[in-house]
């Protein structure tokens, strides 16, 4: 499981975090928690490119907007297919689709930006669940890319007023948090302290929500007898940036 743009400090397993997120918090209690890990690039494509192959992003060539990887790369579903693997990818990012040389190894490729299907925590989760109930009997790798800490912040309203319960007028909009961080980066937009905390409560209720069916997944591999054969990794591909360094997003 890659969690797109989660910040490691967004957790309490890595610092002392405002944000809610117990399903997480009961994940990392009873698994194996890597303290010094460091993305290999502040963008999605090199930096998932990098968790699929192995390889550093030089190497790979997944490097630019336009670029696809190196048709000479051998990606981790390549591997587990020729070993007798059913393999699958969920993938909730556009930047990792067939064209950019991603679909490869795979049984079953989704991507859910690109086949404009519903992209939550909850459907992507969902389908996830139903997936590996179908492939209990194989030997299966999945790799799960969920987006919900990714511009645009949309929370749910109960995940946002755990954050930010007061009424808000400003500037700063759920669906065109994405713009107003690049018009921000091009000095065409100002934030105040007032719009900067509503900014960073829509993205802390973005996590909450994600955790929320982060757990319900793992409760329904539970329910299923499908987690003592199961190993579940999980990593993000990158953090977010609000503002430690006068700036905000990634890339």
Known sequence: LLIDTLRADALTAYAQSRIQSPQMDRFSRDGLVFERCQAPSNWTKPSCATVLTGLHPPTHRAL?????????VRMVSEMFQQGGFQTAAMIANGYMAAEF???RGWNLYRNYIREQLQTEAEHVFSDAAEWLEQNRDNRSFLYLQTIDPHVPYDPPEEDLRLYDANSYDGPVRPR?????????????VTLNGRDRNRLRALYDGEVTYHDRFFGRFIDRLREQNLLDDTLII???DHGEDFFEHSSVGQG
Request: glycine share 8%.
């Open 101 to 103: 040389g991603f679909n």
């Open 176 to 188: 065109s948090t994405g713009n107003l961080l690049e018009e921000f980066k091009r000095e065409r």
């Open 234 to 236: 999980v990593t993000s």
């Open 64 to 72: 630019t907007e336009s670029a696809a990887m190196s048709s000479s």
